[in-house]
């Protein structure tokens, strides 16, 4: 079955700490892809990164990086320098299969609630 | 244009009330979800259209009635709600419904139930 496990329900740091959200996902499938999103309090989902199970190479983007090991079926966020701004609730989810026209859904991690404080 | 609008914002609304939510997008993307969230938790999938053409329905109560005019809009009529339904209501669209097509959300609307 399908799951996807955010152990760290509320993080707390002060500004300038580097912070490391978790997301470990459970599959069958060979193919599979990885997603995080923000949700700020105004409420509207952003988009932040896609990885597919073929690509296990790290991403970095700004103060932003991601850590995917298949190996231990993880796929981590890193938040480095924190801001304020960075405040939100950060959901890892998971959808599988590659054919087009699927209809698979997404399953989502109970999601990480950070607070970055001044 | 990289954005998914929704109105309104706010409604508050009896349960005898009819009301309508809209979502609208111009990406060009042809598939189209509602999800339902309440607060703490991830966002619920309800409806997911592709092609103007409804292809999940997580057994949603009727009460609950989507629609898809073309492919730029979504629509959520809802009638005779209970306050159990007071939630963040989500539209959001990706380029086809294929799972490596990240969906881009737009900001909700807060329903309110009395």
């Known amino acids: 079955a399908q799951k996807v496990t955010q152990a760290q329900t509320e993080i707390s740091v002060v500004e300038k700490e580097d912070v490391t959200l978790d997301c470990v996902y459970e599959t069958r499938d060979t193919t599979y892809y990885l997603f995080w999103y923000k949700q700020p309090p105004s409420g509207e989902l952003v988009f932040l990164i896609r990885r597919n199970s073929f690509d296990e190479q790290n991403e970095i983007s700004g103060r932003y990086s991601w850590n995917f090991q298949k190996s231990t079926s993880s796929f981590n966020f890193t938040i480095t320098a924190s801001q304020v701004v960075d405040s939100a609730v950060y959901f890892c989810?998971?959808?599988?299969?590659?054919?087009?026209?699927?209809?698979?859904?997404?399953?989502w991690g109970l999601g990480t609630s950070l607070a970055v404080n001044p | 244009d990289t954005e998914v609008t929704q109105t309104p914002k706010h409604l508050v609304m009896g349960m005898t009330n009819k009301k309508s939510l809209k979502c609208e997008q111009h990406m060009g993307h042809r598939a189209m979800y509602w999800y339902k969230q309440k607060a703490k938790k991830p966002p619920e999938l309800m409806f997911v259209y592709s092609y103007e053409k409804l292809s999940i329905n997580e057994s949603v109560p009727s009460r609950f009635s989507p629609e898809c005019p073309n492919s730029s809009l979504l629509n959520l009529h809802l009638h005779a709600l209970q306050p159990e339904d007071s939630a963040l209501y989500l539209c959001?669209?990706?380029?086809?419904?294929?799972?490596?097509?990240?969906?881009?959300f737009g900001p909700g609307t807060r329903l309110t139930v009395l």
């Open positions: 989810a998971l959808s599988e299969g590659f054919d087009a026209g699927n209809n698979r859904k997404l399953i």
């Open positions: 959001a669209s990706s380029q086809q419904t294929a799972p490596y097509n990240e969906q881009f």
